[in-house]
Nanobody, 123 residues
Framework: VQLVESGGGLVQPGGSLRLSCAVS????????VGWFRQAPGKEREFVAG????????VHADSVKGRFTISRDNAKNTVHLQMNSLEPEDTAVYYC?????????????????WGQGTMVTVSR
C-alpha cells in the first residue's frame, strides 16, 4: 500500500495550489481518502475527506469554501484544490487512507499515510 503526495510549494497569500495523492496497492476495496496537515509546532489536524465512491465529502470548518477534495478513481488519485490560501495554511500536508468514510476524519483510524508535501504561503 502506497500513498504519494505531490503539488506542494511556495505560494503568495490569496493564491492557489492543487495537491495530488496517488493511491496504490489496495487489492480489494478502494479506501476512503483524506488530507491532514501539520503546521510547525502544532498538532496534525484533519482537512478534508472523501468516500470511496465520491458520494460523500467533508471539509474542516477552517478550509470550508476555500478547499475542495475530489478523486479520480480511474486514475487512483485524490486531489485537494486549495484556493484563497492564507499564511495560516502553511503546513506539511499528508494524504491518508482508511477502510471506511466514517474513519477518515480521525488520525487514529487512518491506517495508511503518505510522506507529506510542504505548502508555504508567504509573500
Amino acid at each position: 500500500v502506497q500513498l504519494v503526495e505531490s503539488g506542494g510549494g511556495l505560494v503568495q497569500p490569496g493564491g492557489s495550489l492543487r495537491l495530488s495523492c496517488a493511491v496504490s496497492g489496495f487489492l480489494l476495496d478502494r479506501p476512503a481518502v483524506g488530507w491532514f496537515r501539520q503546521a510547525p509546532g502544532k498538532e496534525r489536524e484533519f482537512v478534508a475527506g472523501i468516500s470511496r465512491s465520491r458520494d460523500f465529502t467533508v471539509h474542516a470548518d477552517s478550509v470550508k469554501g476555500r478547499f475542495t477534495i475530489s478523486r479520480d478513481n480511474a486514475k487512483n488519485t485524490v486531489h485537494l484544490q486549495m484556493n484563497s490560501l492564507e499564511p495560516e495554511d502553511t503546513a506539511v500536508y499528508y494524504c491518508a487512507a482508511a477502510r471506511t468514510y466514517s474513519e477518515i476524519t480521525s488520525m487514529r483510524t487512518c491506517e495508511y499515510w503518505g510522506q507529506g508535501t510542504m505548502v508555504t504561503v508567504s509573500r
